[in-house]
């Protein structure tokens, strides 16, 4: 399994939109296939900065996500919200 982080700082006054749109983006069937999760966390002592989680099936999956359409609009979204901070991909270890 693999996962996606976006770091992202939202505008305040956009903070609503932008949980709206994790909303929408996490709900079915809009979910993106072989996606396992998404959670999202705000830093308790930064507000409006927000960590996207997403859990994928394997790094394929993942990688098609970040080709997709999908994808991009949510960039673009967040573009549009605020700004994304950092991106990383991990690998979850299995013990």
């Given at each position: 399994?693999?996962?996606?982080?976006?770091?992202?700082?939202?505008?305040?006054?956009?903070r609503?939109?932008?949980?709206?749109?994790?909303?929408?983006?996490?709900?079915?069937?809009?979910k993106?296939?072989?996606?396992?999760?998404?959670?999202?966390?705000?830093?308790?002592?930064?507000?409006?900065?927000?960590?996207?989680?997403?859990?994928?099936?394997?790094?394929?999956?993942?990688?098609?996500?970040?080709?997709?359409?999908?994808?991009?609009?949510?960039?673009?979204?967040?573009?549009?919200?605020?700004?994304?901070?950092?991106?990383?991909?991990?690998?979850?270890?299995?013990?």
């Amino acid at each position: 399994m693999v996962g996606l982080e976006l770091l992202v700082k939202i505008q305040p006054e956009k903070r609503y939109e932008f949980i709206q749109t994790f909303e929408l983006m996490t709900q079915s069937p809009r979910k993106a296939r072989d996606c396992i999760g998404q959670t999202l966390f705000e830093k308790s002592n930064e507000p409006n900065s927000f960590l996207w989680v997403e859990d994928w099936k394997d790094s394929e999956s993942l990688e098609s996500y970040r080709r997709s359409e999908r994808f991009r609009s949510l960039l673009g979204a967040i573009d549009v919200l605020g700004s994304l901070v950092k991106i990383r991909t991990f690998t979850f270890i299995e013990e």
